[in-house]
């Protein structure tokens, strides 16, 4: 018997790129070319402005933990207690994410700390993009 | 002022675990019966809108033949946006009557659609691989957010599940009525940091109908008529990581704000309210996004009681989805109440209220509508 899967993204012509950053170990944003408008989740078009004229660029993997719950109730195949979170991304966007190399409690996860993206191969086809937090040297 | 009114309004005859009947069966309970209090049957009605189910699915069971359809479907404020389309419909004579109906299995399952995101659908992309799993996981994400930038507590947050278990108490019908403290809410299990068992709603099998029509043609109808004076409606996201404040519902400030405004109410005409309450932290984005009270106000509001049996502006007074019922899509229920509240026979009736304000949300902050209901017509 086989344990149970994470959900995985089924990715469509107008993620591809994206999915095949994180398995590049590139966290992929776009930027539009007319309003340089910097969104996520990806779509071939610029949300603010409608224009097609859209770039895909490298992102610095840095944000911040913009929020987050502890998942008490988990998926089966996450089996222990885990964080969900919303990463303020430094170019702007959110994301959803986890929160990953530290406790799972209140006391590890405060609000507003510095993270790094880090990549998780979870399937041959999918690796997702995970953050840590940074150590912040004194 | 819309010229339209509520002329039946009920709910399934049994709600809170109902293993005997199927979500469709569930759906034609709640019209029978607001059919009765209408003094009608299927015969008089030509108007048909619902969700979770298909408007054809429903027209044909029930033996109604349609001349006009909404199956739009957001979530549990569908049937806030299904009373604004009949209103344009019925003020432009697309229809004369119209059944708009909900019923979910929500507990009992029978029947019942599922709810996982599509795999390559947006939600399925870029938040269900990180563990988001059904609404207490996702719905609750921004709330954290909210603490830290309006410095809310979690004695605050439990506060309005403790308010609304009082409104509950005077309520017969709702499943949940023994009092709480806040801190009992706060003992009870942890579901996801930082929300507890009690300030998530209830997950329980149920239903509900209204029956609309035009003023003129109110006096053709037995039930008591309460009259729309204002109706608004919007979407923000379908992944609720994406809103574009964590601690507001873009959805919810066009709704609401729209349909007071159309109404032509001021927040101090409003003698009664309901915001949707799948989780503890909706009143308090409601509140603030309709204008009650300023931005990070809410969490002192309630705790002063000011929603509360006796308070200046009772708030979920069936006890809302944390202690009345929550089958999955709630706003149904939130409809109801304002009807009873407006023809006044709630069991926590608000001595002599003539506006109320029913606020829905749809998916998690994907989605609203809201309505003003006035106990006679808008002059
Ligand atoms: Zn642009």
């Known amino acids: 018997m086989s344990s149970p899967k994470r959900p995985l993204p089924a990715p469509t012509p107008e993620t591809q790129h994206f999915w095949e950053g994180c398995r590049a170990g590139e966290l992929r944003l776009q930027r539009c070319g007319d309003c340089e408008h910097v969104y996520y989740p990806p779509r071939p078009f610029c949300p603010k402005c409608s224009s097609r004229e859209v770039n895909i660029f490298a992102a610095s993997g840095r944000g911040t933990l913009a929020s987050y719950v502890i998942n008490e109730r988990p998926h089966p195949a996450f089996g222990e207690p885990h964080s969900i979170a919303i990463v303020q991304l430094e170019e702007g966007p959110k994301m959803a994410s986890n929160v990953v190399g530290c406790p799972q409690t209140p006391e590890a996860l405060q609000l507003d700390m510095s993270l790094q993206v880090t990549f998780e191969a979870v399937s041959e086809d999918i690796t997702l993009p995970l953050f840590t937090p940074v150590e912040v040297s004194s | ?379």
């Open chain 2, 1 to 379: 002022m819309t010229g339209v009114a509520v002329v039946g309004a009920a709910e399934t005859t049994e709600l809170g675990k109902i293993p005997g009947m199927s979500q469709q069966m569930l759906h034609a309970d709640a019209a029978l019966n607001a059919m009765a209090d209408a003094g009608i049957t299927a015969k008089q009605i030509d108007g048909i809108a619902t969700a979770g189910q298909r408007p054809t699915d429903l027209a044909f069971y029930l033996g109604i033949t349609p001349e006009w359809v909404d199956g739009t479907s957001v979530g549990g404020c569908s049937f806030m946006l299904h009373v604004r389309h009949a209103v344009a419909a019925l003020q432009s004579g697309l229809c004369k009557t119209v059944l708009i109906t909900h019923g979910e299995s929500g507990r009992s399952r029978v029947g019942a659609s599922g709810f996982a995101p599509e795999p390559s659908s947006l939600a399925g992309q870029f938040e269900a691989p990180f563990g988001t799993f059904g609404p207490p996981s996702t719905f609750t994400l921004p709330v954290l957010r909210y603490m830290k930038d309006y410095g809310m507590s979690h004695e605050q947050l439990a506060m309005v599940a403790v308010v609304q278990r009082e409104w509950a108490g005077l309520n017969p019908r709702a499943s949940m009525r023994d009092p709480i403290s806040v801190q009992d809410v706060l003992d009870s299990r942890m579901i996801a940091y930082p929300f507890h068992l009690l300030e998530c709603c209830l997950v329980t099998d149920g239903g509900g109908a209204l029956i609309l029509t035009t003023d003129e043609r109110i006096s053709d109808f037995a039930g008591k008529p309460v009259h729309i004076w204002g109706t608004g409606e919007s979407v923000e996201t379908p992944m609720v990581t994406q809103m574009e404040d964590l601690t507001s519902s873009k959805a919810f400030s066009i709704a609401g704000p729209r349909a007071m405004k159309e109404a032509g109410v001021a927040h101090s005409d409003v003698d009664h309210l309901m915001i949707y309450d799948a989780f503890a932290h909706l009143p308090l984005y409601g509140l603030e996004d309709l204008g009650f009270v300023g931005r990070g106000e809410a969490p002192d509001f309630i705790w002063e009681r000011n929603t509360a049996p006796g308070g200046s502006l009772p708030l979920n007074t069936n006890g809302g989805g944390l202690s009345y019922m929550h089958s999955g899509m709630y706003g149904m229920y939130a409809l109801q109440e304002s009807v009873r509240q407006m023809r006044g026979v709630a069991p926590a009736q608000v001595e002599g209220a003539e506006v109320s304000v029913c606020l829905g949300v749809g998916g998690m902050f994907g989605a609203s509508g809201c309505i003003v209901f006035g106990n006679q017509p808008k002059t």
